[in-house]
């Protein structure tokens, strides 16, 4: 439990996929953005992980409707 750095390596491995197989503004790489930006989060590195979610919701803003819940801020 609590193996950041291990997950972070993992999610960061995953979304080198998502970006090859995906388009650029698919929701699956938000949510990859956003898992990547929760481990920095719990990790103590808050402006990195707000990088993460800042590139989470350029995404989502683009990809889904106005009033979808995973644009609530």
Do not use: Q, R, T
Request: charged share 20%; no cysteine; glycine share 6%.
């Amino acid at each position: 439990m609590g193996d950041y750095s291990k997950a972070l390596e993992f999610y960061e491995k995953s979304h080198k996929i998502f970006e090859k197989a995906l388009p650029p503004n698919h929701p699956s790489l938000a949510s990859s953005y956003n898992n990547i930006g929760l481990v920095y989060y719990n990790m103590g590195g808050y402006s990195k992980a707000l990088e993460f979610y800042e590139k989470s919701h350029k995404i989502y803003s683009k990809a889904l409707p106005p009033n979808h819940p995973s644009l609530a801020l």
